[in-house]
């Protein structure tokens, strides 16, 4: 009798135990859709828009420098340098392209600001990898505060209306990283010049600043994504490089074009997180091309054969995230 019972209790909590895993595979559905949903509905009022503030953005030939700081390979500098290179539009690529990515900041930002502030004058900005210098041994220590990227940024001896690129490998600890960015952007208003900073996440935190190439600290863990290079660390790091980028050139000064406080402002990608493909939700980068050789998700082509996974842009005239694919 004893045996009977507890094969009776084995069986009800047997019964028990599927029926609660039933309930919570439910439930998760229930919440992707619902938050996939949310997101269509959700219509933010005219205080939250994205919209130009009549100030200073990059134009014409942009010049930029990068601060390789730490050890970075050969093949992983490639990475970025051929992304770089992808972003002019003399770098034939299929599409979609890398190119066709840095035209839509043209089309949906530059060319506003131009109407605003130029009449029929047009206003467009062109990328030019403008040298690299590197700091292998660290010089600065592997501890670094916001306040020393400055600094490291003058190295690179840029030009007015010029972008340094700070880039951290994945051993440098940067203060607020992988805690509340995985990169930044800021400015010099009397040089006229402007910076860029992104560390390698590789070690410290792929879930947050390399997803979706890597399963996320929190919410749906989903498998992840195969990165086009097979490096996780560098391919986020373009994904931010892109990010910072594309927030730099539109709001240089803070006067640009951002959404909320100009203290932490979202900007042209950053408006977009997460999103990079069409159909994307929380927990969901959205449709993306795979490549049939390796399975390498991407949404762009670049030089040499590259492909890359870049961030969605927001569209101002519509609110909404512009994709690639």
Known sequence: MASDRRLCTDSRMSHAATVLVSVLLLCSAHHAVGARRLMELYKPQPSELLTYHNGTVLQGDIPVSVVWYGQFTLAQKAVVSDFLLSLTVASPAPTPSVSQWWNTINQLYLSKAAVHGNGAAKITAQVRLAGQLSDD??????????????AMAARAKPKKGGITLVLTAQDV?????????????????????????????????????????????????????????GDVGMDGMVMNIASMVAGVVTNPFGDGFYQGPKEAPLEAATAC?????????????????????????????????????????????????????
């Open 137 to 150: 041994r660290c010089s600065l220590g592997k501890s670094l505060k916001l306040s020393q990227l400055p």
């Open 173 to 229: 600890a940067v203060e607020g990283f992988c805690m509340s960015r995985c990169g930044t952007h800021a400015s010099n208003p009397k040089s006229r010049t402007a910076y860029v900073w992104v560390g390698n996440s590789a070690t410290q935190c792929p879930g947050q600043c390399a997803w979706p190439f890597h399963q996320p600290v929190y919410g749906p863990q989903t498998p992840a994504l195969v990165p086009p290079s």
């Open 273 to 325: 997180t997460g999103v990079y493909g069409s159909g994307a939700y929380p927990g969901y980068a959205g449709n993306l091309a795979v490549d049939p050789v390796t399975g390498a998700s991407y949404n762009a082509n670049g030089a040499r054969g590259r492909k890359y996974l870049l961030p969605a842009l927001f569209d101002p005239a519509t609110s909404t995230c512009s994709t690639l694919v």
